[in-house]
């Protein structure tokens, strides 16, 4: 059985230190886990690595293609590794937790979050696990597009590795210990 953790984001340096990329974040460092290094998968328009991770066969995914465009090359890598939506998991930002909270869910709605509206498009279900990674509301005026593409704040930068650290251990959880168990330890 293989186990596919996809990183949302977006490509490129202009967006590399955004709030919407923090699922690209945690991948890395899940790429660091296993030994691998990100390689170009054509038939899914994304960068793959794969590997053991917690003792389980995983292949880490980030779209090439904007975050409003994940749901194709989700499904592609989904189709391409033989991978059920059961164990597909995405990790991405999520506006309404607060800036290092951390929960973990089987299914639901996208909650206005466009690359989860896209996945749950491409594979027809939102029945996959989600690591929601929390940003928080953006401030005062600002829009929620300005915000999620705007780069970290000093205060934040400070936390921040700290908080992928975590959202990687709470990826590898659930592939040993499930949901529930996972839920347990790291929802907050």
């Known amino acids: 059985m293989t186990w596919l953790i996809a990183g949302l984001g977006n490509p490129g340096p ?62 592609a890598m989904a189709t391409f590794f033989d991978v059920e939506p059961e164990h597909l998991v995405v990790v991405h930002d999520e506006l309404d937790i607060d800036f290092g909270q951390l929960r973990l869910k089987l299914g639901g709605g996208d909650n206005g979050h466009n690359g989860l509206k896209s996945i749950r498009g491409s594979l027809g279900t939102g029945d996959f696990h989600r690591v929601r990674v929390g940003i928080g509301r ?45 839920q347990s330890a790291f929802n907050r």
């Open 14 to 75: 202009a967006y590399a230190a955004t709030r919407h990329n923090v699922g690209y974040l945690v991948t890395d460092v899940l790429a660091e886990r296993v030994g691998g290094r990100w390689k170009s998968h054509r038939a899914s328009r994304a960068e793959v690595v794969e590997g053991r991770l917690a003792g389980e066969r995983v292949v880490l995914g980030r779209s090439r293609s904007y975050m409003n465009e994940s749901g194709g090359p989700v499904k």
């Open 138 to 182: 953006p401030p005062g005026q600002q829009t929620v597009h300005d915000y999620v593409l705007k780069p970290w704040s000093a205060a934040e930068r400070k936390e921040l590795d700290l908080n992928v650290v975590e959202a990687a251990d709470a990826v590898e959880s659930l592939l040993t210990r499930g949901l529930e168990a996972t």
